[in-house]
């Protein structure tokens, strides 16, 4: 957004007025807290209900310390392994750099602080308005890793998470036990460096379907390692995914500045898990706090919203047919992070995705299951 819209540098304590209120009114949402089933073993309705009315919700405590800790050796190794600048083959250590002979693509870049993405024709033109974008400090980087795709490949313990059976029976609630998957990245967000997110809806092919309705293109869960605050995190304008497509170009210009006035934050703290609904209006700000959030990213839709569509190609999946066989295909992560969380977690009892049960199939994850997932991603499911 411009200058003439929204100056951070003469609004600075309108944007912190503007946080607080945020944080007020998510919690006042009724959409968090742990993880409940009812007797029949079904996630409970109360949670349903508040996810369809608010478009997400926050499970609360849903990963552990020994959990945390694992996601974050992994993490700190992918840093470390990062290129030394965008297309450089080496890490800064002289190795070969993350994602450095991938054919899909990896790793995003941004100015620090910047908008990488809005108000341009990337993800298929969704980001329609300019964030302002804040003056980083002294020093910066010229460029920072702000997301990196198909996570799963390069973290085991994300692989893990991606197959806890709570967030899996989550799944089939929202989606139907035939779901499946979307894709899967890091949101890497590091104080004073991390990039904005322009406001924008998810979902770019079934806006004008006669069975659109308010769970069509599906959903993300976003499973915070250090927690997330107004500042760092996602803001959601609740009730948005039930709308249609909006014009985000004029929410903003009622609203005088990029600060919408019907969004709330998600707010977490270490392991928490947030459900979001890919068509709500959300989006982040630059992170000019002091705090990190790191977000392992994953998303589920519905099998009868992917079987049969075509894609041209994005950002998240190569072009082709979503077919049988390359759902198939895809969804082998699913039994793989199923299996791969069985061996770490032993005592837990783990999730039955029904449509490997019901093919007979079974999925057991070793260093050969691992060198098959390099470049998974080129078969996302992206609506």
């Known amino acids: ?10 609004q600075q304590a309108a944007m912190q007025v503007y946080l607080a209120d945020g944080e007020k009114r998510a919690f006042a949402l ?33 990963l552990a310390a020994e959990e945390l800790a694992d996601i974050e050796a992994d993490f700190r190794d992918i840093l470390d392994r990062l290129p030394s600048e965008r297309r450089s083959p080496h890490d800064r250590h002289g190795r070969p750099a993350l994602g450095a002979d991938c054919k899909a693509p990896t790793l995003q870049w941004s100015r620090p602080l910047g908008d990488p993405v809005g108000g341009t024709q990337l ?10 974008e804040p003056q980083a400090a002294a020093g910066a980087p010229k460029e920072i890793v702000y997301l990196i795709l198909g996570s799963l490949q390069f973290s085991p313990a994300a692989l893990r998470v991606y197959g806890h059976p709570h967030l899996l029976a989550m799944a089939a609630a929202v989606n139907g036990d035939d779901f499946v998957p979307f894709n899967e990245a890091f949101f890497i967000k590091e104080p004073g460096l991390g990039a904005s997110v322009a406001w924008h809806q998810d979902g770019v092919t079934h806006w004008q379907s006669p069975d659109w309705d308010e769970g069509t293109h599906g959903f993300n869960f976003m499973a915070q390692l250090y927690g997330c605050t107004p500042a760092n ?14 014009d985000i170009k004029a929410m903003a210009a009622a609203a005088g500045s990029e600060r919408l006035p019907d969004a709330v934050p998600i707010v977490c703290k270490p392991g928490d898990v947030a ?6 209006v959300h989006g982040s700000f630059a992170n000019t706090s002091p705090d990190w959030r790191v977000t392992l990213n994953f998303g589920f839709h519905r099998r009868r919203s992917v079987l049969g569509v075509e894609t041209q190609g994005t950002v998240h999946a190569a072009a082709g047919v979503y077919d049988a066989q390359r759902i198939h295909q895809r969804a082998q992560l ?35 299951a691992k060198a098959s997932i390099k470049d998974y991603n080129l078969l996302d499911l992206s609506i």
Request: glycine share 12%.
């Open 1 to 10: 957004m411009s200058a003439a819209i929204s100056d951070y540098g003469d």
């Open 30 to 62: 009724g959409n968090r807290g742990p993880m409940r089933f009812a007797a029949d073993g079904h996630v409970h309705p109360d949670i349903l209900a508040a996810y369809w009315r608010c478009g997400f919700y926050v499970f609360e405590g849903v």
């Open 123 to 132: 993800a298929n033109g969704r980001h329609p308005l300019k964030m302002f």
């Open 233 to 246: 995190g996602v803001w959601v304008v609740p009730g948005s995914h039930q709308r249609g497509k909006a």
């Open 275 to 280: 459900i979001t609904n890919r068509q709500t």
């Open 334 to 368: 699913i039994g793989w992070g199923i299996d791969a969380r069985r061996q770490r977690f032993p005592a837990e009892t783990p999730f039955v995705y029904q449509p490997h049960a019901a093919a007979g199939e079974t999925y057991h994850w070793d260093d050969a």
